[in-house]
């Protein structure tokens, strides 16, 4: 998904987020957020993908301020009110892969620009998927024998614990996170903090700090997993901006809640609707 207008101004929004996360000396901070903005407006092209220029902003204010997880205490807090969370609302779903699904798509409300109050409102209601391919999803999940799930925000993770189970069931399943900080996206490190390192089976990581999969600065190893798996289960917009550049093969699922207005008209559907989508 190439870049719309409005989101210079979203990007913008990350720079100074990032910046005064990473630290309290003002001056370092006006001195990564000016460095970090003169990239966005060399970098801002309607032929860019917003993921692309977010991966360069975010490492600018890493590398000024010196701070290599500026939305740790975020990602804290995040992974604390959605483990309550969850414990509250699992028991709504059934133990099957279509439900699992919607479980895993509702804690896609998460998002570091939105309070943990309205994130928790949003995942106590069920998910209605404007675009739903949930169904063919599962049929193809029954020819498949490689998965790749590939992990969003921290918080997510316990909601996609028992869709990663049940579809382990049926096919080989590795979960995919990121191999160091990068917003508020899972790593390796958080997955083992949240008690949950041998409940996903194998983990993997996409070798780059990416809000999104930029397969050009991606690992060898995730691009061959990539191109082996017969499905490619992506949650978040970040995925989606980034994998919805490629060839439509069939065999990429978007599972997210479209956040803004730029993703959900790319969607053709309403904002903070949800969808699982295979393409």
């Known amino acids: 998904m190439k870049v719309y207008p409005e989101c210079y101004d979203c ?8 910046g005064r996360l990473a630290t309290s000396d003002e001056l370092l901070r006006q001195k990564a957020v000016e460095k970090a903005t003169n990239v966005l407006d060399r970098e801002f092209s309607d032929e860019q993908i917003s993921i692309a220029i977010a991966t360069k902003l975010h490492k600018i204010i890493r590398d000024v301020t010196g701070n290599p997880d500026p939305y740790r205490t975020m990602k804290e807090n995040e992974l604390a009110v959605a483990g309550e969370l969850f414990s509250k609302v699992k028991g709504h779903y059934k133990d099957t892969i279509n439900d ?13 620009f939105r309070s943990l109050d309205d994130v928790a409102e949003d995942i106590k209601k069920p998910a209605e998927f404007a675009i739903d391919d949930s169904q063919r999803f599962e049929a193809e999940l029954k020819k498949a024998s490689k998965v790749l799930y590939l992990a969003d925000n921290v918080g997510e993770i316990y909601f996609d614990l028992p869709l990663v189970k049940k579809m382990r069931q049926l096919v080989d399943v590795k979960y995919v996170v990121k191999p160091s900080p990068v917003q508020n996206d899972a790593t390796a490190e958080d997955v083992k903090e949240a008690g949950l390192e041998g409940e996903f089976g194998t983990v993997m990581t996409t070798g780059m700090a990416s809000p999104g999969v930029i397969l050009d600065l991606a690992s060898n190893q995730f691009r061959q997993e990539f191109k082996a798996a017969d499905l490619v289960f992506a949650k978040g917009m970040g995925h989606y901006e980034s994998l919805s550049e490629l060839p439509e093969e069939g065999k990429v699922f978007y599972c997210l809640m479209a956040k803004c207005r730029p993703v959900a008209n790319s969607l053709g559907i309403s904002l903070n609707s949800y969808v699982a989508m295979l393409r």
């Open 11 to 18: 990007l913008g929004r990350l720079i100074c987020q990032a």
């Open 100 to 112: 699992y699904i919607k479980l895993a798509a509702v804690a896609n409300a998460i998002d570091f």
